[in-house]
């Protein structure tokens, strides 16, 4: 089960950077818990704000004769913690595809997915949560994320939500991804609870710059996307990150 194994620290500069660094001698399904973050990190290696009170944790896979796509295992946590946060806490949630949790268009959580290569394969993934809970959001982030204790004035036991959260993605979801040994059976599960639809107008934002365009399609792994130069073009997940417009 995820978090058979679990390592905590006090203070960590990332609980993904520990991974990366041990992989190979740990389990598959161990979980990196921190309670603060001195170098967190997201997608293009942007600053991830974690202090006291949020819930900072990486999982390791390295499962054999499995799908190895990291968004993946992104996508399946995503569903499980907006499943445990409806259900248990009563905070409802979107999907911003294709890495975050908000509330009101505010970020509550980012999940962050790495594979680590040996030549052409991926020997591990390495998923990073960071979860606002119980801290309080610094002025700077306020008009783009929120936490629990903002939305509910009330605080969660890390702990407990820890486990809860990973007895959910393996229970819920990991067990049949793993069985199934496709990503497919959740496809439409994905779609609707996404905050984007067929038609929206959105902004794609990458290291080349910016495009826009019209959502023709959502797939299971790419959004089909209309530009405004009039080609369609696959936008897969990853180093991309999307405005509705
Ligand atoms: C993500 O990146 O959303 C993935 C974040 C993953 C963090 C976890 S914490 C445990 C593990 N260890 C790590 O070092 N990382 C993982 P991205 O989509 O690139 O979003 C990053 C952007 O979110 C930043 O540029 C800020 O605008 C914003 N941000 C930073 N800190 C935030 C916070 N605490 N809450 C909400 N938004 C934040």
């Known amino acids: 089960m995820i978090g058979d194994k679990l390592i905590y620290f006090d203070t960590i500069n990332s609980t993904n950077i520990f991974l990366k660094e041990h992989w190979k001698e740990l389990p598959s399904e161990t979980v990196v818990w921190a309670s603060k973050q001195t170098g967190g990190y997201g997608r293009m290696k942007r600053e991830w704000i974690s202090p006291r009170g949020g819930l900072w944790f990486s999982v390791l896979f390295k499962p054999k004769n499995r799908p190895m796509n990291p968004w993946h295992y992104v996508r399946l946590y995503t569903m499980a913690i907006k499943n445990v946060l409806s259900k248990k806490f009563k905070l409802e949630t979107v999907i911003k595809w294709p890495n975050d949790l908000l509330v009101d268009n505010k970020k509550i959580c980012g999940i962050l997915g ?42 969660i036991n ?14 819920k979801y990991y067990i049949k991804y ?12 994905w779609i609707n609870n996404l905050n984007i ?19 023709v ?22 180093e991309v990150s999307l405005r509705k417009e």
């Open 114 to 155: 790495e594979g680590i290569y040996t030549g052409k394969t991926v020997a591990a993934i390495i998923v990073g949560i960071g979860l606002n809970v119980n801290n309080k959001i610094p002025d700077e982030l306020k008009d783009i994320a929120t936490s629990y204790i903002e939305e509910k004035n009330k605080k």
């Open 197 to 215: 639809r067929n038609g929206d107008f959105i902004k794609i934002i990458s290291q080349n710059g910016e495009k826009h365009g019209k959502i």
């Open 217 to 238: 399609s959502i797939h299971g792994d790419y959004l089909e996307v209309l530009l405004e130069n009039g080609l369609i073009e696959n936008i897969y997940a990853g």
């Open 158 to 171: 890390l702990e407990k939500l820890l486990k809860q959260i990973n007895s959910t993605a393996y229970y």
């Open 178 to 189: 793993f069985k199934n040994n496709t990503i497919s059976v959740f496809t439409k599960q």
